[in-house]
């Protein structure tokens, strides 16, 4: 399989976690598929096999490295690095848009407000994530401590 279609594939298959995520929050579908370890395992297992591919088969950029910012772009100038950057992407913004659903459920946010702060989690990962940190401090639905337990 051609790079080219490993890299429309890996962005096919995340597209149904998303759209459970944003249209059926609280399914069971949603529960099995997208807050499981059902992406994060398949989506490591090819990372795996591309970084084990890259490591010890020579299937990467020569005079690529991690020690410097010339290695890494240098890394990234190889299609089997590109698609390896860009499955770790998809996979730890869908983790972060699966805890973003999770944490809005159960602190009873008006899932329509969280919409636009998954859809940025989507697209610009990071930025949705402070979108959403701001959306519970100013609904007076958590601080900015992502990990802090509600007094009862």
Known sequence: MSYENLYSLINLAVVPAWLLLII???SEITRKLVHSG?????YGLFYFVLI??????????????????????TMFTHPNS???????????DLFVGA????DAIRRGMNHLMVIP???FTFMFGPIGLLMYVIL??????????????EQT
């Open 136 to 149: 519970r401090k100013v609904t007076s639905k958590g601080g900015l401590v992502l990990d802090e337990v």
């Open 117 to 119: 702060c998954l859809f």
């Open 38 to 42: 059902v992406y994060p395992v398949v």
């Open 99 to 102: 805890w973003i659903s999770r």
């Open 82 to 92: 590109m698609v390896v950057g860009w499955a770790h992407y998809l996979v730890f």
């Open 52 to 73: 084990v591919r890259s490591m010890f088969f020579g299937v990467a950029a020569e005079g690529a490295s991690m020690s410097t910012l010339d290695g890494v772009m």
């Open 24 to 26: 059926l929050p609280k």
